[in-house]
């Protein structure tokens, strides 16, 4: 019994002085425990690492045509063969990397600190302000899928950087729906009405005291966002909406490879794998940490 | 009780359909460039860009433009391609009815696979049974469609010669595009009837059926299985949705003359009628699967909720 | 005790073993019998240990619950050798059970009806019609009006202690030997409790079936029981008949009891809670499992944990002042700290 006093004592003081610390050590603690999350969150390391500094090692060019070596198959030479160009699928794929990584954390995050924003105010003013914005939201997720990016490019062009414009809108009702959410649940808690009796401004308390209990179920939702804009992207990249030949983004890669299929079927498998190699990771990573965060969970 | 539910529910649409309708006319507003300019090709006359202005009402103030785009569309009136000429009602119709077959084909399929893997996952829980099924369905759902489907044509189709690379229609004609756009849904569907399973199976109500005597399948099938479906179904209409927009890569890949391929291959030709009623077409039947699945869900649900 | 028992559990065992290190005992080495046609109350704290008891005869424990040594005869039968085919000949049939929460007990996709007569298509060879029947009776039985308009019905249509009467329909739906009913009336009404309580002892001189009633309640104990089993932190600590242990408890566990529960039919100084709290089921005490908040405790009970004496023929106690070894005030009753005027 006397035992169990005195480690009640230490958590109390350890709580007073670090608020979140407790918190932060324990879901560290989960997170390392959860395998999942771990080998995601060591895939996007790699992934990162290799695709930032990846093209200092390669000795071929993502754009070097040699016709005299086309459709080849992996070789010591050329790791994962050449496509029909005579180009290094290899370099290609660490090269595109590159775009694949920025396009989703771009778009992403763009996506996330709108959406954040506009669900955090909705939730927090509430009424008629939060009726309009959530039959907003209701009206852009009324497009499936890829179809609200696909109607985005087609109004601005085809680009990867309209691709990212358009994974951004396309991502922003998830986050201002969970934001809204969780503004809602964090309203309602007394200490919010505390800090606004000391005289607190709104934007103040929304940025100070909301965001930070939000934080986490956001972070959760733009891990898994970033799998779904890689899939969106090198999808509208494979219908030619996105980024455009010779450029190695993995979608346009099995765009430009696929009629050479019949011949050499490395051609559309190694862009392809890449692409599920990047979003399992986010994908990984994403389930671990809601797992972590999940106060259901030991 | 229910109706009042349901007639609130169809009346919600309301304003997200003219929301949904009034996205979809602005757009050929909102892209850069003149429409008139665009549909008359390179060195038109000033004049041709003035007649082609009148013709299409475009020099109308905005909101007469909206209210004839909303009341054609009621009709189904989408006036005519700027690429072909045709009528685009006539031009979309067989399109859509081939992309519905295929979200139709793709749902089934996910659904099938994905309670089944589900059900067996969760029955297994933490076997090596339950982790395969689990990493599958992982893999499934970070696979790119058209990626799978590039994969399945390699095999089946050029290596193996079993099956048609291209086009609908026939029998052999669908099956690989419906494994390739109904994979990753079946892979939602099995996490999502496995976590689903796992919490019926700890109720109460299960705890009564075993202290009746009844057998471990009895328990699963008529006692767990059911109610576990019930927030299944949500999901199941949220990914019809899903393959209704990724049919537009599986088309493409496939060579399927659905409306997403349509779609594609006008937005290249900036053919804006079309393009425009393709998206608001399969926008609109997506918010009425929901509302559909939405009421179904209360339905199902009203035996727990009205507690 | 030399009772003609229905069941007799000898030295049950039941851990939960959460990882490598850590494993809850949450019953054990419990013994008590449920002597034919009779009532037997289970009384305890939450958390002692006797609805995991209960789920073990049945074996419907939770994972990662599981019996580890011990025996529960049914006529004579160890229960915990049968496999599970055969318990499941045994479950709805012999032995029938009723849980804590009406609400969540029903599943609520199903009518009551199919409910109902799902356990008597399990357990007897009946047609169609007869089973209707039979479900209807079971409903008439146990006070629901208009049968035949309540078997089409989803629970959620139906009130709380309409439930409860539902799920003892179900329990009775084959005639059982041995009724568990797992704290029957905890979650009702005070006005419905009193309802199925009765409705309980009436269908036992009916039906002729034992009962073990399973309850945090003394007061519920008082009303039902002709036998009682006190268990606290994974063990009995005190059996007796029921007047015996209302008039002369012996536990000093059970004296808390009865000083923390309200009674009318005595004047009480005052209600007394028992000190301190139930123990971790990490960290047992080594002696005695109630000697840090018992007010009799010496070295001997801190150090060494008492067995279950045989003080007459109907009454056990786990406690050391019964005993030639016990090293404190030889004079101590411990009935005397009943708070009584």
């Known amino acids: ?298 | 009780m229910m109706l009042k539910f349901i007639v609130r529910r169809l009346l919600q649409l309301v304003p997200v359909l003219i929301g949904v309708t009034f996205l979809v006319f602005i757009m050929l507003h909102i892209t850069p460039g003149d429409p008139a300019e665009v549909l008359a090709g390179e060195g038109a006359t000033v004049e041709t860009i003035e007649n082609i202005n009148e013709r299409l009402g475009l020099n109308e103030p905005l909101h007469q433009q909206y209210l004839s785009f909303l009341s054609n569309a009621v009709q189904f009136d989408f006036g005519t391609s700027w690429r072909t000429g045709r009528e685009v009602s006539s031009e979309i119709a067989p399109r859509f009815f081939v992309t519905l077959e295929l979200a139709i084909y793709s749902t089934i399929l996910s659904v099938f696979l994905g309670v089944i893997a589900g059900v067996i996952s969760a029955v297994r829980r933490y076997s090596l049974t339950d982790v395969t099924i689990m990493l599958v369905a992982l893999f499934g759902l970070s696979m790119p469609n058209f990626w799978l489907g590039l994969m399945l044509m390699q095999w089946f189709a050029v290596k193996l010669d079993w099956l048609p690379a291209t086009g609908w229609g026939s029998g052999s004609q669908v099956i690989l595009p419906v494994i390739a756009l109904g994979t990753a849904g079946a892979a939602i569907i099995a996490r999502m009837t496995r976590s689903s399973m796992l919490e019926i199976i700890s109720q109460d109500y299960i705890r009564t059926a075993r202290a009746k005597g009844v057998t471990e399948k009895v328990v699963i099938y008529r006692h767990a299985l059911r109610n576990a479906m019930i927030p299944v179904v949500t999901v199941v209409g949220l990914q019809f949705g899903y393959l209704l927009g990724g049919a537009v890569l599986t088309e493409t890949v496939f060579a399927i003359n659905g409306l997403g391929r349509l779609v594609v291959d006008r937005i290249a030709s900036r053919d804006f009628p079309v393009i425009q009623a393709s998206i608001l077409v399969i926008a609109s039947l997506f918010v009425f699967v929901n509302v559909l699945v939405d009421i179904s869900y209360r339905i199902l649900n009203k035996r727990i909720d009205l507690d | ?341």
């Open chain 1, 1 to 298: 019994m006397a035992v169990l006093k005195q480690e009640q004592k230490i958590n109390l003081t350890t709580k007073k002085q670090h608020p979140r610390l407790r918190s932060m050590k324990d879901f560290y603690r989960k997170l390392k425990r959860n395998k999942a999350a771990l080998v995601g969150g060591y895939l996007i390391l790699f992934l990162t690492i290799v695709s930032l500094i990846g093209p200092y090692f390669l000795s071929n060019g993502i754009n070097d045509v040699d016709y005299t070596a086309r459709l080849q198959p992996p070789s010591a030479e050329y790791w994962l063969g050449t496509d029909q160009h005579g180009r290094d699928i290899f370099s290609r794929i660490i090269y595109g990397g590159q775009i694949t990584l920025i396009v989703g954390f771009l778009s992403v995050a763009l996506g996330g600190i709108v959406g954040v924003a506009i669900g955090i105010a909705s939730g927090y003013y509430g009424g008629k302000i939060d009726t309009v914005i959530m039959r907003l939201m209701d009206i852009l997720l009324a497009f499936p899928g890829i179809l609200l990016a696909l109607a985005i490019v087609s109004i601005l062009g085809p680009d990867i950087v309209n691709v990212i414009y358009a994974v951004a809108i396309y991502s922003i009702p998830s986050f201002a729906r969970i934001a809204r959410g969780s503004t809602l649940s964090v309203k309602k808690l007394e200490y919010i009405d505390a800090v606004r009796g000391i005289g607190a401004g709104d934007f103040r308390i929304l940025v100070r005291h909301v965001l930070p209990n939000v934080i986490s179920p956001l972070i959760v939702q733009a891990t898994l966002s970033i799998a779904t804009a890689i899939l969106t992207a090198s999808g509208l990249s494979f219908l030619g909406l996105g980024a455009q030949p010779p450029s190695p983004e993995w979608g346009a890669m099995l765009n430009d490879g696929r009629g050479y299929m019949h011949d050499a079927g490395h051609i559309a498998l190694f862009p392809g794998l890449a692409i599920v190699i990047a979003v399992l990771a986010f994908n990984l990573f994403g389930d671990g940490i809601r797992d972590a965060l999940d106060p259901k969970s030991k």
């Open chain 3, 1 to 341: 005790m030399d009772h003609d028992s229905i069941l007799k559990i000898n030295d049950l065992k039941t851990y939960f073993k959460i990882d490598d290190q850590k494993v809850v005992k949450a019953v054990d080495g419990v013994s008590f019998e449920v002597p034919k046609g009779k009532t037997l109350g289970i009384v305890g704290e939450s958390g002692s240990g006797k609805s995991i008891t209960a789920l073990s005869i049945l074996q419907l424990l939770d994972e990662p619950g599981e019996i580890v040594g011990g025996e529960i005869l049914f006529n004579g039968d160890n229960l915990i050798e049968k496999s599970i085919p055969e318990m499941r000949k045994i479950r709805g049939n012999q032995i029938s059970m009723i849980f804590q929460e009406p609400m969540t007990s029903l599943n609520p996709v199903h009518t009551i009806g199919n409910q109902i007569s799902e356990t008597i298509d399990i357990h007897q060879k009946l047609s169609r019609t007869e089973s209707k029947k039979k479900t209807i009776e079971l409903l008439e039985l146990v006070g629901i009006p208009s049968p035949e308009k309540r078997i089409k019905q989803y629970p959620f249509e139906l009130s709380g202690g309409m439930r409860q009467r539902v799920m003892i329909a179900i329990a009775l739906a084959s005639n059982p030997e041995l009724l568990i009913a797992d704290e029957p009336t905890t979650a009702l009404d005070v006005t419905i409790q009193a309802q199925i309580l009765e409705l309980i002892k009436d269908l036992q001189d009916q039906l002729g079936m034992s009962v073990m009633l399973i309850t945090h309640d003394l007061g519920v104990v008082a009303e039902t029981c002709d036998y009682v089993a006190v268990m606290y932190a994974g063990k009995v600590v005190e059996y007796s008949d029921v007047e015996t242990l209302f008039e002369d408890p012996k536990h000093p566990y059970t004296v808390g009891l009865l000083n923390s529960l309200p009674r009318h039919d005595i004047k009480q100084e005052e209600l007394t809670p028992i000190d301190g709290m139930v123990p971790s089921p990490f960290e047992m005490p080594v002696g005695c499992r109630f000697a840090p908040r018992c007010p009799h405790a010496t070295d001997l009970c801190r150090e060494k944990l008492p067995s279950l004496w045989e003080l007459n023929k109907d009454q056990e106690v786990r406690c050391w002042i019964y005993t030639e070894e016990w090293d404190g005030d030889q004079e101590v009753k411990v009935s005397d700290s009943l708070n009584l005027a």
